[in-house]
């Protein structure tokens, strides 16, 4: 038999690799790449300084073994048998990534129209709104709840 198909017939029934496990293997690189940075810093003050060289000794440890146990939970979630499982953890980190993406291009929104916009939330239900800036004090109707009030821009 092939390496492929022997490897096809392994990851029968398995979860395989999905966002979750791609994501916690990117980032348990980007730690041991820290990692990496920490004891090069370790190694070049180990002369110097004793104290920052342990310092930078212990961060490197913490992050080596965050980085290996992201590897070592991505592994896991490929070759997890409990698909069902994996797949309901999947669905809430996409949810959560979506979230998180959402409130970033909100903020990058924000921060570009900082001149002209003014943002704000409702008093009663909280929802966030903008409107222009500089036009004095105006009245608002909520455009989720209908409440009224005034702003001043
Ligand atoms: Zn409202």
């Given amino acids: 038999m092939k390496f492929?198909?022997?490897l096809y017939r392994f990851m029968q029934g398995r979860n395989g690799a999905d966002e979750f496990a791609r994501f916690a293997n990117g980032?348990?690189?980007?730690s041991l790449l820290i990692a990496l940075v920490f004891t090069v810093l370790s190694a070049g003050l180990a002369s110097r300084s004793d104290a920052a060289s342990l310092v930078f000794r212990i961060l490197y440890w913490v992050f080596y073994f965050c980085g290996m146990g992201l590897f070592v939970y991505s592994i896991y979630r490929s070759l997890s048998r409990n698909v069902y499982k994996r797949q309901a953890e999947n669905t809430?980190?996409?949810?959560?990534k979506n979230q998180f993406r959402r409130k970033w291009e909100g903020l990058k929104q924000r921060w570009k129209d900082r001149k002209t916009y003014q943002y704000f939330k409702c008093p009663k239900c909280r929802q966030k709104m903008r409107a222009p800036k500089n036009k004095g004090k105006i009245r608002?109707?909520?455009?989720?709840?209908?409440e009224k009030f005034?702003?001043?821009?």
């Fill in 4 to 6: 492929r198909d022997r």
């Fill in 27 to 30: 980032a348990g690189l980007i």
């Fill in 92 to 96: 809430r980190f996409l949810y959560r």
């Fill in 140 to 146: 608002v109707t909520c455009s989720k709840c209908g």
């Fill in 150 to 153: 005034i702003i001043k821009t």
